[in-house]
């Protein structure tokens, strides 16, 4: 008996057939008072834009619950097709790809009872997907940057641009090389 090869054990990219979705980088309802902005580039180890890179954000909402919105994508009544998400509910969820020039966006609210946004990184010539974290208001006291040298700790520190608009480059190796977790 042979067993068919899952995505990870074969060449992709195969992430923009069926895991994009309409409304995947809106995790949080459009006009939200406390409404931010999570963006940036991927780059590949030459530095050049990943145009067909896959984001998955995780993260708690404000008060710190981390449930989440359970029912709040929409299905098509007849084909059963994903719509996009109901526009209200809060999801902790993102999925957005990145486009032609490398960026994406996710529009969210800050994460409550942890200073960062986890983050999956799905790319073409990787084998298995990335872990790495946004920090967006790091405190002093965490143990992950603490373990980092100081050169390596501002990969995973989105810069502020103006007030709710963050920037959270990867580069997926090279110089500046974003620092990725192991979760094995």
Request: no cysteine; hydrophobic share 35%; glycine share 14%.
């Amino acid at each position: 008996m042979s067993l068919i090869p899952t995505p990870s054990q074969t060449v992709g990219p195969f992430y923009g057939y069926a895991l994009p979705f309409a409304g995947g980088a809106e995790v949080a309802p459009a006009g939200h008072p406390d409404l931010i902005t999570v963006h940036g580039y991927v780059y590949d180890g030459a530095g050049q834009p990943v145009p067909d890179a896959l984001l998955e954000t995780w993260q708690p909402a404000p008060d710190g619950s981390r449930s989440g919105a359970p029912g709040s994508l929409r299905h098509d009544p007849v084909t059963g097709k994903v719509i996009g998400r109901d526009g209200v509910a809060f999801t902790g969820f993102g999925r957005v790809s990145s486009d032609a020039d490398g960026h994406y966006a996710v529009r969210t609210l800050p994460p409550g009872g942890v200073p960062y946004i986890s983050v999956l990184v799905f790319a073409r010539g990787l084998l298995h997907h990335l872990y790495t974290r946004a920090y967006l208001q790091p405190p002093a006291d965490d143990a992950l940057l603490a373990s980092l040298p100081d050169d390596r700790r501002g990969t995973l520190l989105a810069v502020e641009e103006r007030p709710g608009t963050y920037r959270f480059d990867i580069r997926l190796q090279g110089a500046g090389e974003t620092v990725f977790l192991d979760f094995g």
